[in-house]
C-alpha cells in the first residue's frame, strides 16, 4: 500500500473536513443530455479527478419530492400501500410525492397528504431533506410530519391505486426491523420519528395557513 493511500486513511473526517474539500471534488468538462422523459432526465459527465485524471459520470436529474409523515390523533401513523413498478411489488411508505416545477415544498407537502389521503392537517413542521440516491441521482426528499389530521376526500390522479393502512409505532418499527418495509425514505422517516419523540431531535411546527 503506498504511503499516499496510508495517509488518506489515516486522516481523521476532522481534518479533512476543516482543509476543505478541493482534494475530493470533481469538476464537469463537458455534460450530455442523453435522455428526457416525463420528469426525469438523464446526464453524462466528463469530469476531472482530483488528480487530475478524467472518468465518465452518468446520473439522473430529478425534480425533487416530498415525503409526509402522518400523526393521527390516537398514536398511529397513516401509510400508502401501493404497487411499485421497478420493484416488482406492493411497498408500504409514507406519503410522498414529487414537486410541480416552481412549488414551495409544503404547498406540495399539503397537496400530496390531500390527493393521496383525503387528510388535511391542522400542524406542519419540516423536518430536513434526505438525499436518497447520492451515488446516481440529484433527488432530494423534503421530509415533513402533519398532525390534527382531519378527514376529507381523496384526490388521486388517473391511473393512481393506493391504499391507506394505519399502524401503530411499534408494530411499523417491528416491519422496519424485520424487513417487511425498505422504502429508504420511510425507514428515515421513523428514525426522525423516534429520535423526536425520545427528545433528541426537535421539530419546528406551524399552523397550517388558513
Known sequence: MSGAICAAIA???EAGIAGGDAHLREDSLSSELVFAGIFL???????R?????????EYIRHPGAVMIVPLLDDGRLLLERQFRFPMGRVMLEFPAGKLDAGEAPLRC?????????????????????????IAYSDEGIEIFFARGLRAGTRQL????????????????????????????????GLLWLQRWRA?????????AAA
Open 199 to 207: 427528545g433528541d431531535w426537535a421539530l419546528p411546527w406551524q399552523a
Open 49 to 57: 479527478l482530483p488528480d487530475g485524471g478524467q472518468a465518465s459520470r
Open 11 to 13: 486522516m481523521s473526517p
Open 157 to 188: 390522479d388517473e391511473g393512481e391505486f393506493i391504499e391507506l393502512l394505519s399502524l401503530p409505532l411499534d408494530e411499523l418499527d417491528a416491519m422496519c426491523g424485520d424487513g417487511r418495509i425498505t422504502d429508504a425514505k420511510t425507514l428515515i
Open 109 to 133: 407537502a399539503q397537496r400530496e397528504l390531500l390527493e393521496e389521503t383525503g387528510y388535511h392537517a391542522s400542524e406542519w413542521a419540516h423536518a430536513g431533506v434526505l438525499h436518497n440516491a
Open 41 to 47: 432526465q438523464i446526464q453524462r459527465d466528463i469530469v
